[in-house]
């Protein structure tokens, strides 16, 4: 199978198969995507942590959410050079807004002449942080309860339960929170024993994540396996 310099992240693919990752990415994914995007993920590709970027088919399938339920105040946790925050920045209306939580700016920096040149940053309000203290002050302000559609998140697992009880009172009834990474390379459905040692800690956080919200009565769920597994998690109480 070849690898282009592009498609770090084809690894990650669940389907057990980069011909049928590809296939998709091919038909479906790559046709569409937004210049802007394509030109993010090629200069990623050159990064060392390109590993990390959300892939294609995840943003695909995000940017129909985000269009879907017509979101306008966002919360994304985990930026890194910004494929899944331009995805958001360019499916969401001129007027909206996304806050972009991260500790390492210098990341978020090589995306972001490519953002200016979209049109699109006027939207981002860019926080350089871990996100549990800014979403803590947000709730601080009983004005944000409730007010945000959609949350993206793409960040330390060890948090994910920590930032699903947060998002849960910022994002309203009918909003959306979706997590990355939920099926941890697949890692998810095999033995501990089976898995390098550098991954076992994220995998428990995320198997407990998972256990966690299967059983959640306020929200209803879809966990997909695309990319490297995204959990789609509605509100409804
Ligand atoms: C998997 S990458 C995000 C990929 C991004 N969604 C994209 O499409 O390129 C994870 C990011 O989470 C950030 N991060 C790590 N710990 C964090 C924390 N406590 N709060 C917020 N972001 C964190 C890292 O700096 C890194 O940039």
């Known amino acids: ?17 980069f011909e049928l990752t590809k ?11 937004p210049s802007p995007l394509k030109e993010l993920r090629e200069v990623t590709a050159k990064h060392p942590g390109n590993f990390m970027s959300t892939t294609p088919d995840s943003g695909q399938l995000m940017g129909m959410l985000l269009k879907l339920i017509n979101a306008k105040k966002t919360i994304e946790i985990g930026v890194y050079t910004g494929y899944s925050l331009l995805l958001t920045a360019l499916s969401i ?7 972009a939580i991260d500790p390492n700016k210098e990341t978020y920096e090589i995306g972001l002449p490519i953002i200016q040149k979209a049109g699109v940053e ?10 549990l203290p800014v979403l803590d002050k947000l709730l ?23 930032y699903h009880e947060r998002l849960l009172k910022l994002v309203k009834v009918g909003g ?44 209803e769920i879809a966990l997909t396996p695309s990319g490297d597994g ?8």
């Open 230 to 237: 995204l959990t789609i998690c509605r509100r409804i109480r």
């Open 23 to 33: 296939y998709i990415l091919k038909t479906n994914v790559y046709p569409r995507e």
């Open 122 to 131: 006027h939207k981002i309000n860019f926080i350089e942080s871990q996100a």
């Open 93 to 99: 209306p001129h007027d909206a807004m996304i806050i």
């Open 140 to 162: 601080q302000n009983k004005d944000n309860e409730g007010s945000f559609d959609f949350a993206f998140v793409d960040a330390d697992k060890e948090n994910y339960l920590n």
């Open 176 to 219: 959306l929170i979706v997590f990355d990474n939920t099926l941890w390379g697949g890692t998810v459905a095999q033995p501990e024993e089976a898995v390098s040692e550098d991954r076992k800690e994220s995998r428990r956080s995320i198997i407990e994540f998972n256990n966690s919200v299967s059983i959640d009565q306020r929200i």
């Open 1 to 17: 199978m070849e690898f282009t310099t592009a498609e770090p992240f084809l690894h990650k693919g669940l389907l057990q198969s």
